[in-house]
């Protein structure tokens, strides 16, 4: 059974990091392309950060960019999103996506992500 479980969200001040994981089970992250994506409140989910299954490219929404870190471990088939100096728009839940060329893409079940101000 194909799985991406995330982990690591909570409640942190403004200014304040979080790291988030994503575990994956049931194939591998080779050759996929991987990446996060959040939908705050009242708001439509957006892709906030991936990289290509290609040359490893990573991308990020300008709106955290310099903030906002992603990266894996391919010997642990998880990736993580490392996110500092957070902001209260930054809240929402955080869902990890992979995706293998145009096929339908995994997504995990999101991890709730606070920023009080």
């Known amino acids: 059974e194909v799985q991406l479980v995330e982990s690591g969200g909570g409640l942190v001040q403004a200014g304040g990091s979080l790291r988030l994981s994503c575990a994956a089970s049931?194939?591998?992250?080779?050759?996929?392309?991987i990446g996060w994506a959040r939908r705050a409140p009242g708001k439509v989910r957006e892709g906030v950060s991936c990289?290509?299954?290609?040359?490893?490219?990573?991308w990020y929404v300008d709106s955290v960019k310099g903030r906002f870190t992603i990266s894996s471990d391919t010997a642990k088939n998880t990736m993580y999103l490392q996110m500092n100096d957070l902001k209260p728009e930054d809240t929402a839940v955080y869902y990890c996506?992979?995706?293998?060329?145009?096929?339908?893409?995994?997504w995990g079940q999101g991890t709730q992500v606070t920023v009080s101000s």
């Open positions: 996506v992979a995706r293998w060329g145009s096929s339908s893409p995994y």
């Open positions: 049931g194939f591998r992250f080779d050759g996929y392309a």
């Open positions: 990289i290509s299954s290609g040359d490893g490219t990573t």
